[in-house]
């Protein structure tokens, strides 16, 4: 823990008795009103309070960073006809691979909070006010000259993914200063997740900081192009909790093709060289593989699911994999867990399926294991 003696002291106090207020700590520690809220304010900062209510950080607390954007998606009435125009309908909501994931883990009741870069505008506005509506932290979210970021897909008739655009300029500009003032806060995470859609200088700062507080951290690649940035820092072979490719960024992480299930085991191991404890390798309806260094893999099934729309399937899958690892589950059945999260989210039409609880998913999974597979 990165605090002061006298922060741990008013922090153990706040513990024993979380109504207090300034001048009771004051009164209990000898020391002035306003001395006290100083060390709340630092407090906040670090991430060890929680909000004007002096709430004590609970334990498994995960930081985000990562990609905050406006989904727009458009789905084809009928199948999708290239270079032509195509009746379908449109949606907007928010998104970006790191904002979804928080706001499924916090959904989840993990606290949760998200470094992103969000332009000073309405959309950016909306999705501040979106996340915290759903129980995320955003007292560090970077606020860019650039405008909102936008993510626009085209879904075909099925609902799976033909095409998406990003437009990231917001979360590009993102430097490694914009996280300083998170310094502490990202030191006594109980886990760092980080997106793709990073640059390398951020990921690389990152990782660092939390290589040198021993947080476990969770890459996340995003795409094929976002991966291939990637392999310059495995190269230096980091310690890594875990790295979520799919098959396609896989294979761009270990710079080869991957045609079969022993090149998927030797790709992993590849990864498992460069320092990544778990690689956990998502095979779309086939399932995932998740591979942990020094002690071999397992093939995981997909649960059955009816699609709706794919788009936030992976970002739940994640989230809900971190949430159960901080609940105390083993690698595999997390997992398994993450799966059941993303059958839930492709049944529904939202990016963040928002009636996502625990009770829920772990309905999903006892349905499942009576199921034929």
Known sequence: MMLTQREREIVAFLRRDPLAGPQEIADHLGTTRAAVNVHLSNLGKKGAILGRGYIVRPENAVVVIGGAN????????????????????????SGGVGRNIAENLARLGTPTHLIAAVGRDAAGERLLGEAQAAGVHVDHVHRSPHPTGTYTAVLDADGDLVVAVADMAATDALAPEDLHPARELIGHASMLVLDGNLSPQVLAYALDLARSHNVPALLEPVSVPKAALLVPLLAKAWPVFAVSPNLQELQALVGRPVPDDDALILAAATLHEQGVEHAWVRLGERGSLLSTRGEGHTFIP???????????????????????????GDPVDAARYGHAAAALTIADPATVRPDLTPRLIEETLNHSTRSPI
């Open 70 to 93: 406006v989904d727009v998606k458009v789905r084809s009435h009928a199948p999708i006809q290239q270079r032509t125009s195509n009746p379908g309908r449109s949606h907007t909501a």
């Open 302 to 328: 997909a649960p059955p699911a009816t699609v709706r729309d794919v788009t936030g399937a992976g970002d739940a899958m994640l989230g809900a994999f971190v949430h159960a690892l901080l609940a105390g």
